[in-house]
């Protein structure tokens, strides 16, 4: 089945500690997506990427890093520079960045700072 | 900010329909309207979108007014799995920035028996 596979589901990091998050899809997207979710809030746009050694930064970058060398694979780097990086962490994966291209989400990690 | 007003939460019969609105006065000409869900602690899953003319899938169906300001999400017949946060969402048509998903709150649909 193709779909997007988030690892790990569950992760424990220590204040000062960087961390990367894998996101891998077999769907052949071009477009990869990263968000953030804090408890009862929506979602918020971290970093997309169109195309491979292509990336932008959405609304709260800040913190974050990212790095598009194959098409199949977007990882996320939570650095020691994010001062709240708790939370849960959503990739996604679309055909293309136009509007009518749907995302397709994997089912997140959530990282939790001790 | 998101640019839809949902309201926070809803009850639905199990087995009636489930009639979710959503407002989006400041719409434009070239925006899609879309809706996800998400049930608790997984990825959001997408359920329908259009622009202009209604549409119908197998989950649901996607009414939106003739000014575009405002849409309904119809659930036909809803089930206890159906219960999640239903977040309505105005995509921009081209890529980019303009073509990112913004998120609001939702509105979570409780479906009881």
């Known amino acids: 089945d193709g779909g997007i596979t988030q690892s790990p589901k569950y992760l424990f990091r220590k204040e000062g500690q960087n961390v990367t998050l894998s996101c891998e899809q077999n769907l052949n997207h071009d477009a990869m997506y990263w968000y953030r979710q804090d408890p009862g809030q929506g979602l918020r746009l971290i970093y997309y990427?169109?195309?491979?050694?292509?990336?932008q930064k959405g609304d709260i970058a800040e913190g974050y890093s990212v790095s598009r060398e194959k098409k199949e694979s977007f990882p996320l780097t939570v650095t020691s520079a994010q001062k709240n990086p708790t939370a849960f962490y959503l990739c996604?994966?679309?055909?293309?960045?136009?509007?009518?291209?749907?995302?397709?989400f994997g089912a997140g990690s959530r990282l939790t700072v001790l | 900010d998101a640019k839809t007003t949902q309201p926070p939460s809803m009850d639905c019969a199990e087995g009636r329909a489930a009639n979710l609105p959503c407002n989006h006065s400041t719409i434009s000409g070239n925006e899609y309207v879309y809706w996800y869900r998400q049930i608790h602690s997984q990825g959001p899953q997408y359920i329908i979108h259009g622009l202009k003319n209604n549409e119908t899938n197998e989950m649901a169906s996607l009414i939106i007014t003739e000014d575009r300001k405002s849409s309904t999400l119809i659930l036909p017949h809803a089930t206890l799995r159906d219960t999640a946060v239903y977040y309505c969402i105005v995509r921009g048509f081209y890529g980019g920035s303009q073509g990112n998903l913004i998120f609001g709150k939702g509105t979570k649909l409780s479906v009881k028996p």
């Open positions: 990427s169109q195309i491979v050694n292509d990336f």
């Open positions: 996604a994966s679309s055909p293309g960045l136009a509007g009518a291209n749907v995302l397709t």
